[in-house]
């Protein structure tokens, strides 16, 4: 009763830390933008390499075998360029190797999370403002238009950018994150979590979907230039890529002056102290040292349960790589617009990821691990079929060799396999994420709660940053492009091998073979005691600490009755003599 009543009033006058929820919702939101940035560029590498290919007539052309316009050179391209851009998210999964430091070192005047939280983003936006055109020249992306000019297309300087990009903001929620935790009262503190996952998605929601459908030639044309009563610019889109990362670079400035102004960071050693007496305080930096944070750390890794939730984490990613990474790069490269791709996160990836964490609680009853098998189940078995089916359907339902079937039929299938493969993934995704989620929660040691979750969500973001830049190369090197040629008017291909559906065989075969193995002792993790999960350092340095106090009282104690006991034995000797 008393959550629903705190959830209901989450945001009402009356509640103390509504203007905090707000705080919190803004600068969440400010991490998800680069996530949907990074998240959209893949999507333009896929359909500029689409677009060039069909510009050059399939490769078919005079001169074109064996250059630089060869299909199997531009299939081969195209996913290599994913797959070292794939890099660039990798600061998240390793944010625990430089937490602590943001912990311990800070600006007293300033404020603990204001002396990291001011200059990174301050950094990161001047790096969105003056970085934008570079992006897009090194995309080959030049005016925004539908051409792509390969000679300057270099993904390794475009990966750095967003890999600095990504550091930052990285930085920034090791800095909000902790400072959620003294900005809210004890009672709220666990709507942090919340207001982290609901701002990280209107961040990505509006750099994402907001970007490509802004960026799509066609809603640009028919949408938005005549709403808005612009002049006519076919084949361009609204936005370009540079000017759009620019916008983004000024809102996340805007947004850290008004923070740096009107926000003042409590100082927490004048809070009361919420810990309970029987507990040992958490982790702090800045009060054990640098040193002794490691420690505690490397403790906890060489527990049995945490090395086998470890190689759990790390694995079970990538038996779904290819619906993760690839379904939608595929589904471009087979005939699916940009525009259809972005609409699909908010009608129903966003929905499905609000629901069914709701739902699964009802369903699973605080068996969050059984839920995460379950939900993994599906992931190998149904979801790979329905994305076969789906790339099947736009292949042959929606690409260039079926451009005029209309029918009702052929649209409701068409449909229906997007729908479905969509919403299964966002399903058992949600499913896993929140299971993962709440097993952390219930488990970890609270004596370093906050770093202790660091670093379980380091190694699950790990297991699903390694596994993209994988399968990516895997397809472009399996990958054969059919051999195009013109034939009285007309394009007919010939040969060739598309990696993905036997790869996604392989993978679920793989899928298959880690549940084998695996399942069992995901089981038995769930069902390891509490002790299993607690290294006791801090217990041990509490009662040593303790007992040191209580040594101290009784040694002065025992001085006095020492002293006593040498008097009375010098008086028993004179008289003795």
């Given at each position: 009763?008393?959550?629903?009543?705190?959830?209901?009033?989450?945001f009402?006058?009356?509640?103390?830390?509504t203007?905090?929820?707000?705080?919190?919702l803004?600068?969440y939101?400010?991490?998800?933008?680069?996530?949907?940035?990074?998240?959209?560029i893949?999507?333009?590498?896929?359909?500029?390499?689409?677009?060039?290919?069909?510009?050059d007539?399939?490769?078919?052309?005079?001169g074109?075998?064996?250059?630089h316009?060869?299909?199997?050179?531009?299939?081969k391209?195209a996913y290599?360029?994913?797959?070292?851009?794939a890099?660039?998210?990798?600061?998240?999964?390793?944010?625990?190797?430089w937490a602590?430091?943001?912990?311990?070192?800070f600006?007293?005047?300033?404020?603990?999370?204001?002396?990291w939280?001011?200059p990174v983003?301050?950094?990161a936006?001047l790096?969105?403002?003056?970085g934008s055109?570079f992006?897009?020249t090194?995309?080959?992306?030049?005016?925004?238009?539908?051409?792509?000019d390969?000679?300057?297309?270099d993904?390794?300087?475009?990966?750095f950018?967003?890999?600095?990009?990504?550091f930052?903001?990285a930085?920034q929620?090791?800095?909000?994150d902790?400072?959620?935790?003294?900005?809210?009262?004890k009672?709220?503190r666990?709507k942090?979590?919340?207001?982290?996952?609901?701002?990280?998605?209107i961040?990505?929601f509006?750099?994402?979907?907001g970007?490509l459908?802004?960026?799509?030639?066609?809603?640009?044309?028919?949408?938005?230039?005549p709403?808005?009563?612009?002049?006519s610019r076919?084949?361009t889109?609204?936005?370009?890529?540079g000017?759009?990362?620019k916008?983004?670079?000024v809102f996340?400035i805007?947004?850290?002056?008004?923070?740096g102004?009107?926000?003042?960071?409590?100082d927490?050693?004048?809070?009361e102290?919420?810990?309970?007496?029987?507990?040992?305080?958490e982790?702090?930096?800045?009060?054990?040292?640098l040193?002794?944070?490691?420690?505690?750390?490397?403790?906890?890794?060489c527990?049995?349960?945490?090395?086998?939730?470890?190689?759990?984490?790390?694995?079970?990613?990538?038996?779904t790589?290819?619906?993760?990474?690839?379904k939608?790069l595929?589904?471009?490269?087979?005939?699916?617009?940009?525009?259809t791709?972005?609409?699909?996160?908010?009608a129903?990836v966003l929905?499905?990821g609000?629901l069914?964490p709701?739902?699964?609680?009802?369903?699973?009853?605080n068996?969050p691990?059984?839920?995460f098998?379950?939900?993994?189940?599906?992931?190998?078995?149904?979801?790979?079929?329905?994305?076969?089916?789906?790339?099947?359907?736009?292949?042959?339902?929606?690409?260039d060799?079926?451009?005029?079937?209309?029918?009702?039929?052929t649209?409701?299938?068409?449909?229906?396999?997007?729908?479905l493969?969509?919403?299964?993934?966002?399903?058992?995704?949600?499913?896993?994420?929140?299971?993962?989620m709440?097993?952390f929660?219930?488990?970890?040691?609270?004596?370093?709660?906050?770093?202790?979750?660091?670093?379980?969500n380091?190694?699950?973001?790990?297991?699903g940053?390694?596994?993209?830049?994988?399968?990516?190369?895997?397809?472009?090197?399996?990958?054969?492009?059919?051999?195009?040629?013109?034939v009285?008017g007309?394009?007919?291909?010939t040969?060739?091998?598309d990696?993905?559906?036997p790869?996604?065989?392989g993978?679920?075969?793989?899928?298959?073979?880690?549940?084998?193995?695996?399942?069992?002792k995901?089981?038995?993790?769930?069902?390891?005691?509490?002790?299993?999960w607690?290294?006791?350092?801090?217990y041990?340095?509490?009662?040593?600490?303790?007992?040191?106090?209580?040594?101290?009282?009784?040694?002065?104690?025992?001085?006095n009755?020492?002293?006593?006991?040498?008097n009375?034995?010098?008086?028993?000797n004179?008289?003795?003599?």
């Amino acid at each position: 009763a008393s959550s629903s009543s705190s959830s209901s009033s989450l945001f009402t006058f009356s509640n103390p830390d509504t203007p905090n929820y707000i705080l919190l919702l803004a600068l969440y939101t400010l991490q998800g933008i680069p996530m949907g940035l990074s998240a959209s560029i893949p999507f333009l590498i896929q359909q500029k390499i689409r677009n060039f290919v069909h510009a050059d007539g399939g490769g078919g052309g005079v001169g074109s075998q064996g250059g630089h316009h060869h299909p199997e050179f531009l299939s081969k391209f195209a996913y290599r360029a994913q797959a070292v851009f794939a890099l660039c998210s990798w600061p998240f999964s390793l944010k625990l190797l430089w937490a602590p430091l943001v912990d311990a070192i800070f600006w007293k005047r300033l404020g603990r999370r204001k002396s990291w939280l001011l200059p990174v983003q301050t950094l990161a936006g001047l790096l969105m403002i003056g970085g934008s055109d570079f992006v897009e020249t090194q995309l080959g992306l030049g005016g925004g238009g539908m051409d792509m000019d390969l000679e300057t297309f270099d993904v390794k300087k475009v990966t750095f950018f967003f890999f600095v990009l990504y550091f930052l903001m990285a930085t920034q929620d090791i800095a909000v994150d902790g400072w959620a935790l003294t900005m809210l009262s004890k009672a709220n503190r666990g709507k942090g979590p919340v207001m982290n996952s609901i701002g990280q998605n209107i961040g990505y929601f509006l750099s994402f979907v907001g970007f490509l459908a802004l960026n799509d030639a066609d809603t640009s044309e028919n949408v938005w230039r005549p709403l808005l009563g612009l002049a006519s610019r076919p084949n361009t889109g609204l936005v370009s890529l540079g000017g759009f990362i620019k916008c983004m670079g000024v809102f996340m400035i805007v947004v850290t002056t008004l923070v740096g102004v009107f926000k003042h960071e409590i100082d927490e050693s004048e809070k009361e102290d919420d810990n309970d007496d029987d507990e040992p305080a958490e982790l702090d930096a800045s009060e054990i040292g640098l040193a002794e944070t490691y420690h505690r750390l490397y403790a906890v890794c060489c527990l049995p349960s945490v090395k086998w939730l470890f190689l759990i984490l790390l694995t079970y990613r990538f038996p779904t790589a290819l619906s993760d990474n690839v379904k939608f790069l595929k589904a471009i490269e087979f005939g699916l617009s940009k525009q259809t791709t972005a609409l699909l996160s908010p009608a129903i990836v966003l929905p499905l990821g609000i629901l069914v964490p709701i739902l699964a609680s009802k369903i699973w009853h605080n068996h969050p691990l059984r839920q995460f098998l379950t939900a993994f189940q599906i992931r190998i078995t149904l979801v790979p079929l329905l994305d076969v089916l789906m790339l099947l359907s736009v292949r042959y339902l929606r690409g260039d060799d079926h451009p005029d079937v209309t029918t009702t039929l052929t649209r409701i299938s068409f449909w229906s396999s997007i729908v479905l493969s969509t919403a299964a993934q966002a399903t058992v995704s949600s499913l896993q994420f929140n299971a993962q989620m709440t097993f952390f929660a219930s488990r970890v040691d609270p004596a370093i709660g906050g770093s202790y979750m660091t670093l379980l969500n380091t190694a699950a973001n790990l297991g699903g940053t390694w596994p993209a830049s994988v399968v990516m190369f895997l397809v472009g090197q399996l990958t054969v492009p059919p051999v195009c040629e013109v034939v009285e008017g007309k394009e007919v291909c010939t040969g060739g091998r598309d990696a993905y559906f036997p790869l996604q065989m392989g993978f679920s075969i793989l899928g298959l073979t880690w549940l084998y193995f695996l399942g069992g002792k995901v089981m038995e993790v769930a069902h390891l005691p509490e002790d299993s999960w607690r290294t006791g350092i801090a217990y041990q340095k509490l009662n040593s600490a303790v007992g040191m106090e209580e040594g101290l009282e009784n040694g002065g104690r025992k001085s006095n009755g020492n002293r006593k006991k040498r008097n009375g034995n010098r008086k028993k000797n004179k008289k003795s003599r």
